[in-house]
């Protein structure tokens, strides 16, 4: 959520920001804007009747101990109860209509984040060489087959389109992948937690989900309680961990890492170069998630960038990093770099880490504060980055590392977690 002051003091520079992003909010800022005038004027009118009550109350047992006469207030206290009623219900109609365009405008992007779409966005740098081979190379789907690594057939049948069977070395190097991934977060401080699948309404609206996206999330029926969805990714959980809350100044930053299945409603269009693991509606990730200062969210910001470029480069997989223009950034985000790993068969990198900064725009929606160096209450910046998906760093390795006989070599810091196999072999 924004600012309200900054949508009053400056509203052109507010729009720019949605133009930038493709999303031309003009309408939605005008009336925020205008609720805004209603509000301010409705409260101070509600406050003003509340303060004659609170005065009548007052004066009523003086007037009743010397003997007067109290049935002209008492009735014109009733009145006036009735009607402070009415105005704060419309008082209560404007601020909820206000709040729900509030929580549709997007964050604003950082200045220096180019405008508009994915076709703008840069390459930073490139870290490796490409692949090559002196023999034809298989795709990921005929190797992880052939393989005994993934069982897409019978995936399919227990899930759909978009599922998939990881067995035997399949199983194996996912674990693994996941265990080094932990390992190297746990070494770096990273507090690793175990977050529910499950999660209530709320953590959608923190995060910056909902409303906007609520239809992209599998929904669970809850005629208790609050509805729930099963999480999109872990950082849902981690930026609601400390949900109207105040941190201290001491005890910032806070780094998290999670790791949790990925449940994805709108995976996407299946397109035939997207086979196999490259999209699908379940998959691993392991996530960070920092709590900071403002001052501290741009450093934060670089380190976890560059965490998840160490994963990727200790793999030994060839990748680019990309910053992205402002229209291709998540809806909850000010700026994101994105990690692609290369894939032999598709000839184009595909998006294994996203690390984005959303500064303060989620803890607005989540009531997440800290108090800064002279006491003062200040809302936190949360970023996030995988650290990483899976479901497509398998596929870059089993390609990048086939050798001509149909084998894979394991990347060498995998191998203490798959009980030292180096190479997986075709199954007989």
Not at 253 to 269: D, N, V
Not at 291 to 308: C, D, R, W
Not at 316 to 329: E, F, N, R, T, V
Request: hydrophobic share 35%; glycine share 8%; aromatic share 8%.
């Amino acid at each position: 959520m924004l600012d309200i002051k900054l949508i009053r003091s400056n509203p052109d520079y507010v729009k720019a920001c949605c133009k930038k992003r493709e999303k031309d909010m003009d309408a939605v800022i005008d009336e925020i804007l205008d609720l805004d005038e209603q509000r301010r004027a409705a409260t101070a009118k509600v406050d003003a009747m509340k303060a004659e009550q609170n005065a009548a109350s007052r004066e009523i047992p003086k007037i009743k101990k010397e003997g007067g006469d109290v049935s002209a207030i008492m009735a014109k206290m009733k009145e006036l109860s009735a009607t402070v009623k009415e105005e704060d219900a419309k008082l209560g109609e404007i601020e909820t209509r206000q709040r729900d365009l509030m929580l549709s405008l997007p964050n604003l992007p950082y200045d220096d984040v180019v405008a508009g779409g994915k076709e703008n966005n840069a390459i930073i740098h490139v870290w490796g060489e490409k692949p090559t081979f002196d023999f034809t190379p298989k795709d990921h789907v005929e190797l992880c087959e052939s393989l005994g690594m993934i069982d897409y057939k019978r995936g399919a049948k227990l899930g759909g389109n978009g599922a998939w069977v990881y067995r035997g070395m399949g199983a194996r190097m996912e674990w693994a992948l996941l265990n080094f991934f932990i390992s190297e977060h746990l070494a770096d401080d990273y507090e690793f937690l175990l977050p529910p699948h499950m999660l209530g309404e709320s953590c959608g609206l923190t995060a910056g989900q909902f409303p906007k996206f609520a239809d992209e999330v599998y929904k669970i029926g809850n005629p208790t309680g609050e509805p729930k969805f099963l999480l999109p990714t872990a950082e849902t959980a981690l930026v609601n961990l400390h949900r109207d809350e105040v941190l201290t100044l001491e005890e910032l930053p806070r780094k998290y890492c999670a790791y949790t299945p990925c449940y994805r409603r709108e995976a996407g269009s299946y397109r035939s170069e997207e086979r196999g693991m490259i999209r699908g509606h379940q998959f691993d990730k392991v996530e960070m998630v920092q709590y900071t200062t403002a001052e501290g969210s741009a450093e934060a910001f670089e380190e976890m960038v560059g965490k998840a470029e160490r994963l990727v480069q200790k793999l030994g997989l060839h990748y680019q990093l990309s910053k992205l223009a402002a229209g291709d950034c998540s809806y909850s985000m000010a700026r994101t770099n994105d990690i692609e790993v290369w894939i032999p068969s598709m000839g184009i990198y595909k998006e294994v880490s996203s690390a984005s900064n959303a500064r303060d725009y989620q803890a607005r929606r989540g009531n997440i504060k800290y108090r800064d160096a002279e006491g003062k209450l200040q809302f936190a910046h949360t970023l996030n980055a995988s650290g990483l998906a899976t479901s497509r760093i398998m596929p870059a390795i089993v390609e990048q590392y086939q050798n001509a006989d149909g084998s894979v070599t394991v990347p060498e810091v995998l191998r203490p977690f798959m009980g030292g196999i180096e190479v997986i072999k075709p199954q007989k």
